[in-house]
């Protein structure tokens, strides 16, 4: 029998969770890379999940403590939307995924984690990356570690890449 070590997790099982609403405190301690921001803009700021549902999971969250979609403003609308598309172009560069899942879980009940601040996942999919671990044991295996992804991604986030056009 092959173990699967995945050390990382236990404070998430635990529900060892740092006090406050992580996406307040996080983009407030100036300590982007440990923090796994990738990108700042005026209204919204991209981050890596720490618990991804996939390599490359981000989350893009306006820096605006509000608990539901309506009660964002329609600049913050806007960049949170043109930031999404400038993460999944660069995530398309760097992990070359088959498709994407974007979304809002608005509410416990719709699987929000952090359910009092509204963030959009963006989460890079690849045929045939489904297999038995998350069915039979709710685990996912993420083959990169976070650190490394962090690396690749973020100088697509720097303002003279992120006009750069992808090719399809």
């Not at 539901?68 to 609308?77: A, G, H, I, K, V």
């Not at 963030?119 to 045929?127: A, E, I, M």
């Not at 685990?139 to 690396?151: A, F, G, K, M």
Request: hydrophobic residues 35%; aromatic residues 10%; positive net charge.
């Amino acid at each position: 029998m092959k173990q699967l070590w995945a050390p990382w997790r236990m404070p998430y099982l635990k529900n060892d969770r740092p006090k406050g609403c992580i996406f307040c405190v996080k983009p407030r301690q100036e300590n982007d890379r440990n923090n796994l921001i990738l990108h700042r803009g005026r209204r919204v700021f991209v981050m890596m999940n720490l618990y991804p549902y996939s390599n490359g999971h981000l989350l893009v969250t306006p820096y605006r403590h509000v608990a539901s979609f309506e009660q964002l403003d329609s600049p913050t609308l806007t960049e949170m939307m043109r930031t999404a598309q400038q993460a999944v172009r660069a995530l398309r560069r760097v992990f070359k995924p088959d498709a994407f899942n974007l979304g809002i879980n608005q509410g416990r009940e719709a699987g929000a984690g952090i359910e009092k601040h509204i963030h959009l996942h963006v989460v890079p999919r690849w045929n045939g990356d489904t297999n038995f671990m998350p069915v039979l044991n709710d685990t996912r295996v993420i083959p990169e570690e976070l650190d490394s992804s962090y690396d690749k991604l973020q100088p697509w986030f720097q303002p003279a890449r992120r006009k750069t056009k992808v090719n399809r």
